[in-house]
Nanobody, 122 residues
Framework: VQLQASGGGLVQAGGSLRLSCAAGRTSSNNAVGWFRQAPGKEREFVGS????????DYNDSMKGRFTIGRDRTRNTVYLQMSSLKLEDTAIYYC?????????????????WGQGTLVTVSS
């Protein structure tokens, strides 16, 4: 399973950004999740989506600001981020889970992309 995250960059606080995860060679058995890691902090769950069913799960602290969607025709999963805050600055990773359902358990994600940097400025 190969994953490629893209779309990161510099954005002002309150702005929006959309990240993409090109998930080549994933199957209908792989949910896809987003995680992020800020400097000096542990990697944390952002949200995930089942590959076929469209079920989603979000970190409660980001619910309402972040939305995950997928385009099966393009094998791509998106993370739409709005009302960005300074504390959203992090490297964002997409990952493919071993199972088909969304999960926040990082241990259940076997395949990881290389990450894309999001910097929110004041």
């Amino acid at each position: 399973v190969q994953l490629q995250a893209s779309g990161g960059g510099l954005v002002q606080a309150g702005g929006s950004l959309r990240l993409s995860c090109a998930a080549g060679r994933t199957s209908s058995n792989n949910a896809v999740g987003w995680f992020r890691q800020a400097p000096g902090k542990e990697r944390e769950f952002v949200g995930s989506i089942s590959w076929n069913g469209g079920r989603t799960d979000y970190n409660d602290s980001m619910k309402g600001r972040f939305t995950i969607g997928r385009d099966r025709t393009r094998n791509t999963v998106y993370l739409q981020m709005s009302s960005l805050k300074l504390e959203d600055t992090a490297i964002y990773y997409c990952a493919a889970a071993l199972g088909p359902q969304p999960t926040s358990d990082r241990r259940l994600y076997r395949y990881w992309g290389q990450g894309t940097l999001v910097t929110v400025s004041s």
